[in-house]
C-alpha cells in the first residue's frame, strides 16, 4: 500500500494570495496515476486534477498540478473565497487505493 | 441532474449491522464502475470498496474485508454496502463515489454524494 503524506496540515493565507500544497509517497506513484480533490464540509468532493496535471471539467485555470515520482504539488495561483477547503491527493495505481491526509487551506 | 445520495446510516452498535443505499440519477448508472470511500472524524478518506458494472469484479480494503459486501441493482440505479461487525472505528461519514473511466476503471473519482453518517458507539 502506498502511504500519501500531505503537508502542511494547514496553510493560512489570504485571497488573492498562491498556495501550494504538497503530496509525498513513500513509493513510487506508478505512471501518472495521481489526483487531487477538494471538500468543503457537508458537501461531496470535487474532482479537481487527475494524471498528476489534468484539470478535470470545468476547473479554473488557477488550479494545477505538477510533479513525478513521490513528489506531488498542487498549486492555486490567486486564492478566491471559494477555494479555502481541505484538499486531498489520492494515488491510482490500482487497489488498495489510497488518500493523503488532506491540507486544510484557511483565510488568514 | 447528476447525482448520488446516500442513506441508511445511523447509530449502531458494536457487533451490529447496518445497510447502506447509495442512489444513482441523471446518469447510466449501469455503465459504471462504482466505490464506496469514508472519512472518520477528524481523519482523512479512506477507499473501503470497489465494484465493477456487472457485480462480478469486487475489491475491498483490508480494514473491511469480510465484514463489508459492496452490491449494486443496475435496474434501481442503486449501489449498497452491507455492514457487519461493526467496531467503533467503523464510524465514519460514507460517500459513495463513480469511477470517472466508466465500464473500465481509470480509479478515480469525478462524481461523489454528499454522505451518509454511521456511528458505532454502546
Known amino acids: 500500500e502506498i502511504v500519501l503524506t500531505q503537508s502542511p496540515g494547514t496553510l493560512s493565507l489570504s485571497p488573492g494570495e498562491r498556495a501550494t500544497l504538497s503530496c509525498r509517497a513513500d513509493?513510487?506513484?506508478?505512471?501518472?496515476?495521481l489526483a487531487w480533490y477538494q471538500h468543503k464540509p457537508g458537501q461531496a468532493p470535487r474532482l479537481l486534477i487527475s494524471g498528476v496535471s489534468s484539470r478535470a471539467t470545468g476547473i479554473p485555470d488557477r488550479f494545477s498540478g505538477s510533479g513525478s515520482g513521490t513528489d506531488f504539488t498542487l498549486s492555486i495561483s490567486r486564492l478566491e473565497p471559494e477555494d479555502f477547503a481541505v484538499y486531498y491527493c489520492q494515488q491510482y495505481g490500482g487497489p488498495p487505493l489510497t488518500f493523503g491526509g488532506g491540507t486544510k487551506v484557511e483565510i488568514k | 441532474e447528476v447525482q448520488l445520495v446516500e442513506s441508511g446510516g445511523a447509530l449502531a452498535q458494536p457487533g451490529g449491522s447496518l445497510r447502506l443505499s447509495c442512489a444513482a440519477s441523471g446518469f447510466t448508472f449501469s455503465t459504471y464502475v462504482m466505490n464506496w470511500v469514508r472519512q472518520a472524524p477528524g481523519k482523512g478518506l479512506e477507499w473501503i470498496s470497489y465494484i465493477n458494472t456487472d457485480g462480478h469484479t469486487i475489491y475491498y480494503a483490508d480494514s473491511v474485508k469480510g465484514r463489508f459486501t459492496i452490491s449494486r441493482d443496475n435496474a434501481k440505479n442503486s449501489l449498497y454496502l452491507q455492514m457487519n461487525s461493526l467496531r467503533d472505528e467503523d464510524t465514519a461519514v460514507y460517500y459513495c463515489?463513480?469511477?470517472?473511466?466508466?465500464?473500465?476503471?481509470?480509479?478515480?473519482?469525478?462524481?461523489w454524494g454528499r454522505g451518509t453518517l454511521v456511528t458505532v458507539s454502546s
Open positions: 463515489a463513480r469511477d470517472f473511466g466508466g465500464q473500465a476503471p481509470y480509479w478515480y473519482f469525478d462524481l
Open positions: 513509493q513510487s506513484v506508478s505512471s501518472t496515476y
